[in-house]
């Protein structure tokens, strides 16, 4: 700063404050379509917008249980896709098991495993045993 009178400094301030306008700033020009025109013209307005908000929330909330639902319905398929897998795996596991037991219930195969536990076949054939009732009642 140099040295001047206080009175020079506040006359230099009053004029650079007199040059300094404020501008306004100008109102913007709104395109003219069709978003624009149907905002303004006031064919939605505020009152009409607040008495369907009851209505949008309404189709809100049933496009996010048809949301919920489709979600629902895609998880019950895999579900029942990984169910119908596990049922024809168990299916070829009952066939192999049953054919097992088929084989090994076979004479030959039940005469093989006797054989170890030292029990073997007869040959000669059963006989009948009869019992003779007395007809004396003593």
Aim: proline fraction near 4%.
């Amino acid at each position: 700063m140099s040295n001047r009178f206080r009175t020079e400094i506040q006359e230099e301030e009053e004029e650079a404050e007199e040059l300094i306008v404020e501008d306004k700033p100008k109102k913007r020009e709104i395109p003219d379509n069709f978003f624009t025109q149907f905002f303004t013209k006031r064919f939605i307005t505020s009152e009409k917008a607040t008495s369907a908000l009851p209505f949008v929330l309404f189709i809100a909330f049933l496009g996010m249980v048809y949301i919920g639902n489709m979600h629902l319905a895609e998880k019950t398929i895999r579900d029942i896709d990984d169910l119908t897998k596990e049922v024809k795996e168990r299916s070829w596991d009952f066939k192999t098991t049953k054919a097992d037991m088929a084989f090994k219930s076979t004479l030959i195969e039940v005469a093989k495993r006797a054989d170890t536990l030292g029990v073997r076949q007869s040959v000669e054939p059963p006989k009948k045993i009869t019992v003779k009732e007395d007809n004396d009642e003593n």
